[in-house]
């Protein structure tokens, strides 16, 4: 596995809701449109106590999945819970156990960045893992799957629409 580009989308948290979803679904399309992937991994919604944060995940992660929907692209979901099991080998792992463990597997000179990145590259590589243990046949490193989905978990960072887009 070789993790070829994360990342978060950013987005203007005083822009209105739509135009905000409308900016993330352009950069998940755009890295759609630059690496070909054949898959999109996508973390399940979580849910926060600010109910808020909840629903604007929710927004973010419907557009992302509409992004991957249009795009012809295989979308796999995965509770945040099988995310960190399959990285960690916990579901109760904390951030910064997944961030080692994603150095450790990747072979990364340090962990993802921005850190909210790394939630993207876990659901990834989650599914990479489990693909090749449900198929049992030799697992085919796409590294514009791993980018895709990367894109696809980017919208955590800040509570979803309201990260700002970087490169």
């Known amino acids: 596995m ?3 580009e994360c990342g978060v989308i950013r987005t203007k948290p005083r822009d209105p809701l739509s135009t905000r979803l409308r900016e993330i679904h352009e950069g998940v399309s755009e890295l759609i449109a630059r690496h070909h992937p054949d898959h999109l991994a996508v973390e399940d919604v979580f849910y926060s106590r600010n109910v808020r944060t909840t ?8 557009v992302i999945l509409l992004a991957g ?9 995965f509770p945040p819970a099988e995310v960190k099991k399959a990285i960690v080998g916990t579901g109760s792992a904390t951030k910064q156990q997944v961030q080692f463990m994603l150095t450790r597997l990747l072979r990364l000179r340090a962990a993802p960045e921005p850190a909210d990145a790394s939630d993207g590259v876990a659901a990834a590589v ?16 796409n590294g514009g799957a791993l980018a895709r989905a990367i894109a696809a978990q980017a919208h955590r960072n800040g509570g979803g629409p309201e990260a700002r887009r970087s490169r």
């Open 2 to 4: 070789k993790l070829v």
């Open 55 to 62: 629903l604007a995940l929710g927004h973010a992660r419907g």
């Open 69 to 77: 929907e249009t795009a012809g692209i295989a979308i796999h979901e």
């Open 126 to 141: 989650t599914y990479m893992l489990t693909a090749h243990i449900a198929s049992f046949v030799p697992l085919r490193t």
